[in-house]
């Protein structure tokens, strides 16, 4: 089992910056890759970043170029700092990890709101 603690979310005027953490803990030996997901209301759940174990990042596209994800390896957390934000990116966020073993983990999510 992993478990996963998200931080960071809130409310920001359109063009400003937030940066979510989320840390992992338990069986972090088994560890894939660590992304994050959102979801705004009425939407899909979908992929805003992943990056792997050895450091390889993928974004959506409607995110490259704003958003920036990152890892500290030796405290099991990933940061994803969100800059030049727009009120599309409003949702509930939400961490992810997936494992060796076949184990896919979220966290509770963590509320972005951004105002026009």
């Known amino acids: 089992q992993v478990q996963l603690v998200e931080s960071g979310g809130g409310l920001v005027q359109a063009g400003g910056s937030l940066r979510l953490s989320c840390a992992a803990s338990g069986n972090i030996v088994g560890i894939q890759a660590m992304g994050w997901h959102r979801q705004a209301p009425g939407n899909r759940r979908e992929l805003v970043a992943r990056i792997t174990t050895s450091g390889i990042t993928n974004y959506a596209d409607f995110v490259k170029g704003r958003f920036t994800l990152s890892r500290d390896n030796a405290k099991n957390t990933i940061f994803l700092q969100m800059n030049s934000l727009k009120p599309e990116d409003t949702a509930v966020y939400y961490c992810?990890?997936?494992?060796?073993?076949?184990?896919?983990?979220w966290g509770q999510g963590t509320q972005v709101t951004v105002s026009s």
């Open positions: 992810q990890t997936t494992t060796w073993y076949g184990g896919d983990y």
